[in-house]
């Protein structure tokens, strides 16, 4: 019986992993909807909107940032199960806790420098060129998001081995 | 230990971690930040890591990718694509496979909007896989037509991976799309052929439809106007010059939510699951391509390309044995990286030697020509075990469907894309022909 | 001894990859008798994007790079009065002057790493697809791919439509009008097959519209590590004499770039004298606001601006 691994979905980390992904999704929606409006404005009154290109690139990765929690929380990520489809249960289970292991330090890993280097960007006033938009706002939302990814990790390996007890 | 070795030795690595469970991108990220560290240096590796995230996912090009994976959502869930889908059926559903053959066909359609291949198959996908999967298809067949048909989404022009191409190598944009032009279509009914030789060693795979009357058939194609006229004004703002292939998603998806509002009666619930199922497939995607870079940069560093090019220019072979074997390189490549960082690896090395070499035709026009080749075996990487993204993006819309059997259901494609290669570089004429003519 | 990276957004096949990095490095190892050995690694193969290879250098990440300095905006702000309307000469000249400069005016703002070489392209030109520009007025309303955000400003001042798309996406959006005018030199018109794709080129008689400024560094720890004598070697191969020498390339290899165009049938028209004073007068506004915007940040833009005209004009008469 395992209490808790079937639940994270349910879980406040969970919702927060849907409600950073719904953000990400109407970002990608705004930046399309910036993209048509700047093509209709220079086709028509000559105008397209300044710097969408940057506003493009700027809202991608925000967006694909918000999009990884929710990801790993829905097992989204994609393994190679030619080798390992007759394995034991337990086996498997080790297994996935290897693979939540190496996420979970990943993310952490990736947050942390992460968190460097946006400060650094910051200093050194990192900016796109035309916008002025300065990256290390970026930088925020990559580090809250593998934040959030490192944390699920955690959750999913804590599940686990109170899910392992209970067997 | 030598750099080579190294090399050697995580490609060795990524595949064991990749054969028990572990996450292909984590597989990817955890190898090639081993080898990078051990050549770089730790704090180089810690430097990368801070900021490679942010470059790789602010990069315009991929913009696409979660556009066209939300289009595709928000035509599946609004009901635009089941009725694509009857339509197809009522022409061609009574031929076996004929679903399949329509799906390649509809892929080959939305290659001519959209310059991606992993976008193409996810778009598609997600609207043919669960129709097949209705229609009793079996799912080698339904995974293999629809990751193959997904690689036209770079083999028909616009291809993004042309157009790195084309940058890296001082190529003629233009000229390259249009020699990309016969082999695509060659591609997608070498697809077709395929399925129509499969069903008939496996006839249960693509069983046959009902038998519908020529009303039925008209009917059903009034009702799928709105989304020909999508795909019509994308079609004709690309080539009109209203907007750049890159910009065209972004229509796109706006174009298919108000129809998907208006026609399908989509609200807000609906819109948020689309949100979400998007959400959940484009971090797939990115994740791997955040992965593949950093493996792909400790291959760089390591230098193996080189030590491959030195290898084959003392071979003392002819220029049409070194293509091949160029080309077979692409194909072991194609297991480990994606695309772009193939062509990036590879095309700055490859490319001036190959301009070297006689082949018998102009000079101009063996750039032309390498690039479309290169371009197909490229894409074979996409469908080809242990990394094939295409064939992931598949497998992750249906659950109940084994990656083994996916990739066999890859064979009779790769085999067409074999016999496509062969007589593309037999026979250059095929390729070249056409820029001749309009070029 | 030394086994140096050097990393550049370019491809191999480009002119600064073959003709100035490679016989660079080359020499840099002739003349440190192998000491000093230097793998390029070109397109970015290393990773990243363009504007971080400033930082990959600074960072160790790579020990030499070479890329564009308007990449990084706000970055180099003493370096940008090169990059105004109407201020440079030949590349020689300019990049001459550049690094003369840099060397007295903008310790500060390089002092993160070894700077190898400052330089410049030669001044860029119009190329149109369907319309000749022959006078100011001709660019009112037409879609422009503006080569950085100063000239952004100076083309919207005087009508244009700007649209700023990445290079990549160039050539497809001008074969297909998605922007009628490409502002660039010779020298990237070549590689990208512009010349192909447009009818129409507009060049300027005196001072050139504009420039670019690129940076060729060297990550500072990993040029204090050397010995005496090796970095007696970097030096040689460093400074105003190299600066003049890329410059000179890059203006040798505008004439051969430009020959294409020629070859091709393509019409040339030149803005020069009374109409090229029109269009100074047009776009000087774009040069006082940065003088401006200088002033506000505490740099004194008016000097700066006096001293880059006049180190241009001093390299010239060479
Ligand atoms: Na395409
Ligand atoms: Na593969």
């Known amino acids: 019986m395992t209490v808790f691994s079937a639940d994270i979905q349910r879980s406040f980390l969970g919702r927060l992993s849907n409600i950073f992904a719904l953000t990400g999704g109407f970002v990608m929606l705004g930046i399309a909807a910036v993209t048509v409006a700047s093509i209709i404005g220079r086709t028509t009154i000559g105008q397209s909107i300044e710097g969408d290109y940057e506003i493009t690139e700027m809202g991608l990765a925000m967006a694909v940032f918000l999009f990884l929690p929710v990801c790993y929380v829905r097992n989204g990520h994609v393994i190679v199960d030619l080798f390992t489809a007759h394995c034991k249960k337990s086996?498997?289970?080790?297994?996935?806790?290897?693979?939540?292991?190496?996420?979970?330090?990943?993310?952490?890993?990736?947050?942390?420098?992460?968190?460097?280097?946006?400060?650094?960007?910051?200093?050194?006033?990192?900016?796109?060129?035309?916008?002025?938009?300065?990256?290390?706002?970026?930088?925020?939302?990559?580090?809250?998001?593998?934040?959030?990814?490192?944390?699920?990790?955690?959750?999913?390996?804590?599940?686990?081995?109170?899910?392992?007890?209970?067997e | 230990?030598?750099?080579?070795?190294?090399?050697?030795?995580?490609?060795?690595?990524?595949?064991?971690?990749?054969?028990?469970?572990?996450?292909?991108?984590?597989?990817?990220?955890?190898?090639?930040?081993?080898?990078?560290?051990?050549?770089?240096?730790?704090?180089?590796?810690?430097?990368?890591?801070?900021?490679?995230?942010?470059?790789?996912?602010?990069?315009?090009?991929?913009?696409?990718?979660?556009?066209?994976?939300?289009?595709?959502?928000?035509?599946?869930?609004?009901?635009?694509?089941?009725?694509?889908?009857?339509?197809?059926?009522?022409?061609?559903?009574?031929?076996?496979?004929?679903?399949?053959?329509?799906?390649?066909?509809?892929?080959?359609?939305?290659?001519?909007?959209?310059?991606?291949?992993?976008?193409?198959?996810?778009?598609?996908?997600?609207?043919?896989?669960?129709?097949?999967?209705?229609?009793?298809?079996s799912g080698s067949l339904a995974a293999g037509a629809l990751a193959a048909g997904g690689t036209l989404g770079i083999l028909i022009p616009p291809s993004m991976v042309l157009i790195i191409f084309a940058v890296l190598t001082e190529q003629n944009i233009s000229k390259m799309f249009i020699a990309a032009f016969i082999p695509g279509f060659l591609a997608a009914g070498?697809?077709?052929?395929?399925?129509?030789?499969?069903?008939?060693?496996?006839?249960?795979?693509?069983?046959?439809?009902?038998?519908?009357?020529?009303?039925?058939?008209?009917?059903?194609?009034?009702?799928?106007?709105?989304?020909?006229?999508?795909?019509?004004?994308?079609?004709?703002?690309?080539?009109?010059?209203?907007?750049?292939?890159?910009?065209?998603?972004?229509?796109?998806?706006?174009?298919?939510?108000?129809?998907?509002?208006?026609?399908g009666k989509m609200r807000l619930d609906g819109l948020l699951v689309?949100?979400?199922?998007?959400?959940?497939?484009?971090?797939?995607?990115?994740?791997?391509?955040?992965?593949?870079?950093?493996?792909?940069?400790?291959?760089?560093?390591?230098?193996?390309?080189?030590?491959?090019?030195?290898?084959?220019?003392?071979?003392?072979?002819?220029?049409?044995?070194?293509?091949?074997?160029?080309?077979?390189?692409?194909?072991?490549?194609?297991?480990?990286?994606?695309?772009?960082a193939m062509i990036l690896l590879t095309i700055p090395i490859y490319f001036p030697m190959i301009m070297a070499m006689d082949f018998g035709i102009p000079t101009a026009d063996v750039g032309i020509w390498f690039g479309i080749l290169a371009l197909i075996v490229v894409e074979v990487g996409l469908i080809t075990p242990p990394v094939g993204m295409n064939v992931f993006i598949i497998k992750s819309f249906d659950d109940?469907?084994?990656?083994?059997?996916?990739?066999?259901?890859?064979?009779?494609?790769?085999?067409?894309?074999?016999v496509r290669v062969a007589l593309l570089i037999i026979f250059p004429s095929i390729t070249l022909g056409l820029v001749h003519l309009i070029g | 001894?030394?086994?140096?990276?050097?990393?550049?957004?370019?491809?191999?096949?480009?002119?600064?990859?073959?003709?100035?990095?490679?016989?660079?490095?080359?020499?840099?190892?002739?003349?440190?008798?192998?000491?000093?050995?230097?793998?390029?690694?070109?397109?970015?193969?290393?990773?990243?994007?363009?504007?971080?290879?400033?930082?990959?250098?600074?960072k160790g990440i790579v020990d030499l790079s070479w890329t564009v300095a308007g990449y990084t905006p706000g970055r180099f702000p003493k370096m940008t009065s090169f990059e105004l309307p109407f201020i440079p000469g030949s590349a020689k000249a300019t990049s001459m002057a550049l690094q003369d400069y840099s060397e007295t005016e903008m310790q500060d703002e390089m002092k993160d790493v070894h700077v190898i070489a400052l330089h410049t392209h030669t001044p860029g030109s119009f190329h149109s697809r369907d319309k000749a520009i022959k006078k100011l007025e001709d660019l009112e309303g037409m879609k422009v791919r503006a080569p950085n955000k100063v000239m952004s400003e100076a083309f919207k001042s005087v009508g244009a439509n700007t649209v700023f798309l990445p290079v990549t996406e160039m050539p497809s959006a001008l074969s297909k009008g998605v922007i009628d005018v490409a502002v660039l030199p010779f020298e990237v018109v070549l590689p990208m097959k512009i010349y192909e794709l447009v009818k129409h080129h507009t060049e300027f008689k005196g001072a050139g519209l504009y420039t670019n400024?690129?940076?060729?560094?060297?990550?500072?720890?990993?040029?204090?590590?050397?010995?005496?004598?090796l970095q007696k070697v970097i030096d040689n191969n460093s400074g105003v004499a190299l600066a003049g020498h890329i410059g000179d390339l890059f203006d040798n290899y505008e004439v051969f770039a430009r020959k294409y165009a020629v070859d091709q049938g393509n019409s040339f028209d030149y803005i020069e004298g009374a109409e090229h004073a029109r269009w100074e007068k047009a776009m000087a506004p774009i040069t006082s606001q940065w003088v401006e915007d200088m002033n506000d940040d505490d740099y004194d833009g008016q000097r700066l601006l006096d001293k880059t005209k006049a180190l241009i004009k001093k390299y010239e008469a060479l």
């Open chain 1, 91 to 166: 086996t498997l289970q080790t297994l996935d806790i290897t693979a939540d292991i190496v996420f979970t330090v990943t993310a952490f890993v990736f947050a942390y420098q992460m968190s460097l280097s946006g400060l650094e960007a910051k200093d050194y006033l990192e900016q796109s060129m035309l916008l002025e938009l300065p990256t290390w706002w970026t930088f925020i939302v990559g580090v809250t998001s593998m934040t959030l990814c490192g944390l699920c990790g955690l959750y999913k390996l804590f599940a686990a081995f109170l899910g392992g007890a209970n």
């Open chain 2, 1 to 137: 230990m030598s750099n080579i070795e190294l090399a050697f030795l995580m490609m060795a690595a990524l595949l064991v971690l990749m054969s028990i469970r572990i996450p292909i991108a984590l597989a990817m990220l955890a190898c090639g930040a081993a080898g990078y560290s051990m050549i770089g240096g730790v704090p180089a590796l810690l430097e990368y890591l801070g900021t490679a995230p942010v470059s790789k996912f602010s990069t315009y090009d991929l913009s696409v990718v979660p556009l066209f994976l939300l289009m595709g959502e928000l035509a599946t869930r609004s009901g635009i694509t089941a009725e694509l889908f009857k339509t197809c059926n009522t022409w061609i559903g009574r031929q076996r496979g004929g679903i399949a053959m329509a799906a390649v066909a509809g892929c080959a359609a939305f290659g001519a909007i959209c310059g991606s291949s992993l976008a193409t198959a996810s778009t598609m996908g997600k609207v043919a896989l669960p129709e097949m999967k209705r229609l009793n298809y």
């Open chain 2, 190 to 263: 070498g697809y077709i052929l395929a399925i129509a030789i499969y069903v008939r060693i496996y006839p249960n795979a693509g069983p046959r439809g009902e038998k519908t009357t020529l009303a039925q058939k008209i009917k059903s194609t009034k009702d799928v106007w709105h989304i020909t006229t999508i795909f019509l004004i994308v079609l004709g703002g690309i080539y009109m010059g209203i907007f750049t292939p890159t910009e065209a998603a972004s229509v796109g998806v706006i174009l298919t939510a108000i129809l998907a509002v208006t026609h």
């Open chain 2, 274 to 340: 689309c949100l979400m199922r998007t959400a959940v497939s484009a971090a797939m995607i990115f994740f791997i391509v955040l992965g593949a870079d950093l493996f792909s940069v400790f291959i760089a560093l390591s230098r193996l390309p080189d030590l491959g090019v030195e290898l084959i220019q003392n071979s003392g072979l002819s220029a049409y044995t070194i293509l091949v074997l160029m080309l077979l390189t692409y194909l072991v490549m194609g297991c480990f990286l994606d695309s772009l």
């Open chain 2, 400 to 418: 109940s469907l084994k990656l083994k059997e996916c990739f066999k259901g890859v064979i009779p494609f790769l085999l067409s894309d074999f």
């Open chain 3, 1 to 58: 001894e030394y086994t140096l990276k050097l990393h550049h957004m370019l491809p191999p096949m480009s002119m600064a990859h073959s003709q100035f990095l490679v016989p660079w490095a080359e020499k840099v190892e002739t003349e440190s008798n192998g000491r000093i050995k230097i793998d390029i690694y070109p397109a970015m193969q290393l990773g990243g994007k363009p504007p971080q290879l400033f930082d990959q250098t600074r």
């Open chain 3, 213 to 229: 400024t690129f940076v060729f560094s060297m990550n500072n720890k990993v040029y204090d590590s050397m010995p005496a004598d």
